[in-house]
């Protein structure tokens, strides 16, 4: 891909980085507000702890999103950025426009899925 290329996709990686650490700010924020009113009423307590639990798993899944952005950024390092890390053809550059972080080609994606299945794929 052609220098200027990159630099594009690793704008776009940075401006979604940069979202998602917001996003985790203001979960912890929630989180802590969450806590100071479950000091003053310990019968919330339980619904305190749900709160709580699900301001963790979504916190799970924006450490997911930044570890793949991570990823996409350290392939933009090295060079191996915009290829398909399965058959190794470039992916579509309107793909890595919808989707910067991704791993695979449309086709690779597709066979993943499709291999990953809902158990109802036939098993040669
Ligand atoms: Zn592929």
Redesign the pocket.
């Known amino acids: 891909m052609e220098a200027n290329r990159l630099e594009h996709f690793r704008k776009l990686l940075l401006e979604q980085l940069g979202q998602h650490n917001e996003n985790v700010r203001d979960d912890q924020a929630a989180a802590l507000d969450s806590v100071d009113d479950s000091v003053k009423d310990s019968v919330d307590m339980s619904l305190q702890d749900v709160n709580q639990e699900l301001t963790l798993r979504h916190g799970e899944r924006e450490s997911q999103a930044v570890a793949e952005i991570d990823e996409a950024l350290r392939r933009i390092d090295e060079g191996t950025y915009g290829q398909?890390?399965?058959?190794?053809?470039p992916?579509d550059e309107r793909r890595l426009e919808a989707m910067p972080t991704a791993r695979?080609?449309a086709?690779?994606?597709a066979?993943i899925e499709a291999s990953q299945g809902t158990g109802n794929a036939p098993t040669l």
């Open positions: 398909c890390e399965r058959c190794g053809k992916i695979y080609d086709q690779c994606q066979e």
